[in-house]
């Protein structure tokens, strides 16, 4: 052999062993250090009984204004007391020595312990460390401690409609509500993915391992402002325990991006002990599950609309007479009252029916519909929260023009409060519909984040009617509401409050009261 061949075949093997060894360290690196927690686990799991599955699941957090994170859902660790019935010879001298020390239930441990065909019976959960080492130094003959995880809330009942839970369904543990169940394929760590064989483990899923996507495990860091979230509630249960409605929500929403801030719904539950909740429908989520016909918040929507397709301007005059009458139909203000010669400006700050009739008869009744179903509003958000529903707008398509003057002041269509919450950040970002979102970005189980993408804006307003509409809505709370006394100095602070007949679903038309 040439002495050129030779080191050819010495530098060909060299590279080969390189690669080799590349591959190996890299593996390594994954098995000892990203998925170290798996093998822990595994290792865990052998001193527990047989098909125990030991519960791993990605973290969920809040992030404060400075961008540090807040545990939002977490792992805690503790133990389980288990039994072996046949090893018990005398169950009240077992039952008192461990009752010094946790409270464990007579009646649940006298069944137990009569099982004498089962080697495995658990009397206790979540047993703290401290405590477990005492029973461990209690030496007890058939009483065996072994490890647990479970789902832990920090906060407790804070924003648990965006967090949701987790549960059984069936055989399977799961989310079931909120970001839990949206996310589940990032949260959920399956612990039975182990690989028998080290060679196979060593060599297989090198893509996988290497790839980015939304559907790797990891930890969920959400847009929620913890300090804004504890606001929102504690607003939000004032008016509640004040009007005492079947619910009270609220959103806070970054109107340029679609960030969620905060969510909150009163009444509440603890996610830690939700067992304890009666009412299952306290689970739901009704900001983006059901629709509700919005009433006088609408206005802002139609009067941008009017501004938008030159319809009409903020000096744009009608006669107000305090109701209007279409297909034989009378709408009226909300007092009854007319007011005369009035421009736009005063039908936003008096909040009138008439003039929001008014103007979307101007813009017509095929343009009014195209406006108001730009806003989004018989259309999913795209929120990332499960049972999303979508708007409803038939009235929209009827050749009627009573339909189109009642749905310019919030009757007749219906919208989920975050589908409102969108049309109306549209009125002040600029003319955009973002698309309205709890999590911002995942931090991956093997290394390295991804920040969560959305789909982008669209505009569906002029840059000018935005600023138009923002003024004259400024306007409204500092001359208007409440005789301009919510004023706040060296604030711009746009707003219309609003207020709707309730739908009479069994009988039809809506509620005298």
């Not at 969620?260 to 996610?271: E, G, R, T």
């Amino acid at each position: 052999m040439s002495k050129e061949k030779a080191v050819r075949r010495i530098r060909a093997i060299s590279a080969l062993v390189l690669v080799f060894a590349s591959v190996l360290f890299f593996r390594l690196y994954t098995l000892q250090i990203v998925e170290g927690d798996k093998y822990k686990n595994k290792a865990d799991r052998q001193y527990l009984q047989s098909n125990y599955d030991f519960f791993d699941r990605g973290s969920i957090y809040f992030q404060s204004k400075d961008g540090g994170l807040v545990s939002a859902a977490t792992l805690k660790i503790g133990f389980i007391v288990a039994l072996n019935p046949k090893q018990i010879k005398d169950p009240e001298s077992v039952y008192e020595r461990l009752n010094s020390v946790i409270p464990v239930d007579k009646a649940s441990f006298d069944e137990s312990v009569s099982k004498k065909d089962d080697p495995y019976e658990e009397v206790a959960h979540r047993v703290s460390s401290d405590d477990a080492e005492k029973i461990k130094t209690l030496d007890i003959t058939g009483v065996t401690l072994y490890k647990e995880r479970w789902r832990f809330y920090p906060g407790g009942s804070m924003a648990s409609h965006a967090l949701g839970l987790l549960a059984f369904k069936g055989d399977e543990y799961g989310g079931r509500y909120g970001l839990e169940r949206y996310y589940e394929n990032n949260l959920n760590r399956n612990s039975n993915s182990v690989f028998v064989n080290f060679f196979a483990e060593i060599f297989s899923n090198i893509k996988d391992t290497l790839s980015f996507d939304n559907t790797l495990e990891g930890e969920i860091v959400t847009t929620i402002e913890p300090s804004v979230q504890s606001f929102l509630e504690s607003q939000i249960k004032k008016v509640d325990d004040s009007w005492q409605s079947d619910f009270t929500g609220g959103i806070i929403m970054n109107p340029k991006n679609g960030e969620i801030l905060a969510l909150s719904i009163y009444p509440n539950f603890d996610p830690n002990n939700f067992q304890d909740v009666e009412n299952p429908k306290i689970f739901s989520n009704p900001l983006v599950e059901n629709v509700f016909e919005m009433g006088s918040i609408i206005k802002p929507l139609t009067m941008a609309a009017g501004l938008d397709s030159g319809a009409v301007t903020a000096q744009t005059t009608y006669f107000d007479a305090g109701f209007l009458t279409l297909d034989r139909k009378t709408i009226s203000n909300f007092d009854g009252k007319g007011r005369g010669l009035v421009d736009m400006q005063e039908v936003l700050s008096q909040s009138l029916n008439t003039g929001a009739a008014y103007v979307a008869g101007k813009i017509g009744n095929k343009k009014f519909a195209e406006y108001m179903l730009n806003y989004g509003i018989n259309q999913k958000t795209g929120i990332d929260l499960p049972n999303e529903t979508q708007g409803l707008a038939d009235n929209l398509e009827s050749p009627r023009n009573i339909e189109y003057a009642t749905a310019s002041f919030g009757q007749g269509i219906a919208m989920t409060p975050i589908e409102t919450v969108r049309a109306l950040a549209s009125l002040g970002n600029g003319g955009f519909l973002v698309t309205p979102h709890l999590a911002k970005k995942i931090n991956y189980k093997i290394g390295g984040s991804k920040e969560i993408s959305f789909p982008p804006p669209t505009q569906i307003l002029k840059s000018e009617t935005s600023e138009e509409i923002s003024r004259m809505l400024v306007k409204v709370v500092d001359t208007a509401l409440l005789g301009g006394t919510v004023k706040i100095e060296n604030y711009s602070i746009a707003a219309k409050t609003g207020t709707a007949q309730i739908a009479n679903l069994n009988e039809g038309g809506y509620y005298d009261d």
